[in-house]
């Protein structure tokens, strides 16, 4: 099956930095990617729907300005925290389809001191 | 808007047992349906894919069935193992190309 990598797979930082996300799609061209995040013990949610060339889509109760996602070529889509606080600690991840079926990067695990 | 339910939240069994996870959506117009293992701290294993056409699908000791006009999935883990204790999701497509809603998810824990 197809391949989609992120990275870091793991990042701590302190509160007020901001931290940028990778998430490649590597054996296939992907124009939407999607971010997920997952706080403890709960499950995905949507946060926002990346477009290549265009700006991305958030869902409901996403800071736009807080969470920036950047698609700038067919195999690469960027979210970036920015200003993270403790309260942005969690696993975010990545997908990318192909044909109608979705493959998820491996996640990254965000840790705000 | 599309909601995905997992029932139970959390399972215990022994060794060797036969189990069924549950699935439930309220928006049947979906054209597939995934379950995903997740490991603690881990991100997610694709187990199978069920598109709309089909009523199920096997891969080794799990099977998955949809019903899509009842709004239900089922999948069923033969003989269970204790690495098989881990989070299980399940997703369907929710309202847009690609994107998909994840269930609550079964926390499943095999006792050896």
């Known amino acids: 099956g197809a391949v989609v990598s992120q990275h870091p797979s793991r990042v701590i930082c302190k509160s007020g930095t901001s931290v940028k996300i990778e998430c490649r799609s590597l054996d296939f061209q992907a124009t939407t990617m999607f971010w997920y995040r997952q706080f403890p013990k709960k499950s995905l949610m949507l946060m926002a729907t990346s477009n290549e060339g265009s700006k991305a889509t958030y869902e409901q109760g996403v800071e736009k300005d807080k969470f920036l996602i950047n698609h700038a070529s067919l195999t690469l889509s960027t979210l970036t925290v920015t200003s993270a606080h403790p309260e942005d600690s969690s696993f975010y991840i990545c997908s990318a389809g192909q044909g109608n079926e979705q493959f998820f990067g491996p996640g990254t695990r965000l840790t705000v001191l | 808007k599309q909601e995905v339910t997992q029932i139970p939240a959390a399972l215990s069994v022994p060794e060797g047992e036969n189990l069924v996870l549950n699935c439930s959506f309220t928006?049947?117009?979906?054209?597939?349906l995934q379950w995903f293992r997740q490991d603690p701290g881990k991100g997610l294993t694709s187990l199978l894919l069920?598109?709309?056409?089909?009523r199920e699908q096997t891969s080794g000791r799990l099977n998955a069935s949809l019903d899509k006009s009842s709004g239900r999935s089922t999948l069923y883990i033969a003989a269970s193992q204790p690495g098989d204790s881990a989070t299980y999701l399940c997703?369907?497509?929710?309202?847009?190309?690609?994107?998909?809603?994840f269930g609550t998810g079964t926390k499943l824990q095999v006792i050896p």
């Open positions: 928006d049947s117009a979906i054209y597939n």
């Open positions: 997703a369907v497509p929710s309202g847009g190309y690609q994107k998909v809603t």
């Open positions: 069920i598109q709309s056409s089909q």
